[in-house]
């Protein structure tokens, strides 16, 4: 099992910056991906970044060229820096990691106001 755990979320104006954090524990040593997801209201959830356990990153297209991921894995927390935040990125964002089964954290929200 692993337990996921985001912090970072809060109130931005547009164009602003966020980082989130989401630290992982238990049986995080076959993790083999670790993403965010965010989920705006009465949209579907979609893939903002990701990580691999070799340290390969993909982003969405929306996000590439504003957001990072890195990991810090004496800490075994990812990170999501955030920057030209806007509006419509208002949003619960979710961490996600993957062995042999799914784990979700419980959301963060981030609002951007305009």
């Known amino acids: 099992q692993v337990q996921l755990e985001e912090s970072g979320g809060g109130l931005v104006q547009a164009g602003g910056s966020l980082r989130l954090s989401c630290a992982a524990s238990g049986s995080i040593l076959r993790i083999v991906v670790m993403q965010w997801f965010r989920q705006a209201p009465g949209k579907q959830r979609e893939l903002v970044a990701g990580i691999t356990s070799g340290g390969s990153t993909h982003y969405g297209d929306s996000v590439k060229g504003r957001f990072t991921i890195s990991r810090d894995n004496g800490k075994n927390t990812v990170y999501l820096q955030m920057n030209s935040l806007k509006p419509e990125e208002t949003a619960v964002y979710y961490c996600?990691?993957?062995?042999?089964?799914?784990?979700w954290g419980q959301g963060t929200q981030v609002t951007v106001s305009s």
């Open positions: 996600y990691a993957q062995d042999s089964s799914i784990y």
